[in-house]
């Protein structure tokens, strides 16, 4: 069954402490893995598309990376503001679908 | 206004009640979805409209009947709800729906079924 399984759940860290964020994908053909940032109350915001493995994405603390089995989203030197559920969605083959994973909860503590 | 719009934010209604929430984009975009996030579950895609014509029905349930007059408004109406219902729907848009493009989301609509 094509699936996308975003880990861990949830993660807690110190402003200032970096770490990374994982989405594993097990569908066939990729078409395009795309990362979102959603704020309590908000609607997913987006952030990058990768379509290949080796492709790298930038935007100031974060970076995406993406590889044949799954992408990582890098935040580095994360600051309070960076707090939010992080997203990640795949689209396969030619269908124009997105398989979405179930987040993961990121919390910057001062 | 910019972006994609829902109203309203929040609504909480009977179970024999009949509403409806509305999407409105402005990005010039031509595909508009309607998505239910439920707690700790991934996104759940309901339905696809293309340039006004619908494309995608997920086995959503007939208690829920989208509606889209035009490539920039999203009507989803609600009527015999179950409390299982109750989740964020949100609304999103793209260029196309080829999935090549990325959607952009609303803020949604809380819905809680009594």
């Known amino acids: 069954e094509d699936q996308v399984t975003q880990s861990p759940e949830a993660l807690r860290l110190q402003e200032g402490e970096s770490s990374s964020l994982n989405c594993s994908y097990t569908?066939?053909?990729?078409?395009?893995l795309f990362w979102y940032r959603q704020d309590p109350g908000k609607g997913p915001e987006f952030l990058f598309t990768?379509?290949?493995?080796?492709e790298e994405k930038e935007k100031e603390r974060l970076k995406a990376t993406l590889t044949k089995k799954e992408s990582f989203l890098h935040i580095t030197a994360p600051k309070p503001e960076d707090s939010a559920t992080y997203l990640c969605?795949?689209?396969?083959?030619?269908?124009?679908?997105?398989?979405w994973g179930a987040g993961t909860k990121l919390i910057i503590k001062p | 206004e910019t972006g994609v719009t829902q109203t309203p934010r929040h609504l909480v209604m009977g179970m024999t009640n009949k509403k409806s929430l509305k999407c409105e984009q402005h990005?010039?975009?031509?595909?508009m979805y309607w998505y239910k996030q439920s707690a700790k579950k991934p996104l759940e895609l309901m339905f696809v409209?293309?340039?006004?014509?619908?494309?995608e029905n997920n086995s959503v349930p007939s208690r829920f009947s989208p509606e889209c007059p035009n490539s920039s408004h999203l009507f989803l109406h609600l009527h015999t709800l179950q409390p299982e219902d109750s989740a964020l729907y949100l609304c999103?848009?793209?260029?196309?729906?080829?999935?090549?493009?990325?959607?952009?989301f609303g803020d949604g609509t809380r819905l809680s079924i009594l």
């Open positions: 409209y293309n340039f006004k014509e619908q494309t």
């Open positions: 569908v066939s053909g990729l078409r395009g």
């Open positions: 969605a795949v689209r396969w083959d030619s269908n124009y679908q997105l398989i």
């Open positions: 990768l379509y290949s493995a080796g």
């Open positions: 999103a848009s793209s260029q196309d729906p080829s999935g090549n493009q990325p959607q952009h």
């Open positions: 990005l010039g975009h031509n595909a």
